[in-house]
């Protein structure tokens, strides 16, 4: 528990509002759908170096005051029992239509 602990503290940073949702079904939660904003944008400029002059344009998102305009799904999970009832394509689409 206290690695879980740590490891969440440390990922607290990357996480933003908006890209965690959970589905229920008569208030029991039946599937989550987790995703990150998508860093591959500011990395793209380091081109693979840290010590570039790329790192000026990564430097508004190492900073954070820019964030990412895409965003990545890393895990997507449904209960078994609720499988193949569109409730992934429910939890994709409202992603999609909500983001900011």
Known sequence: MQKWNFLSRRAKPVFREGLVWYATINEEPVGFLLAL???????????GRLLTPGVFKALPFIMGWKTPHRCRVLVLGVVKEYRQRG?????????????D
């Open 37 to 47: 904003p998508d860093f591959n944008l500011a990395f793209k400029c380091l081109k």
């Open 87 to 99: 409730i992934e394509t429910a939890l994709l689409a409202e992603g999609f239509n909500r983001r």
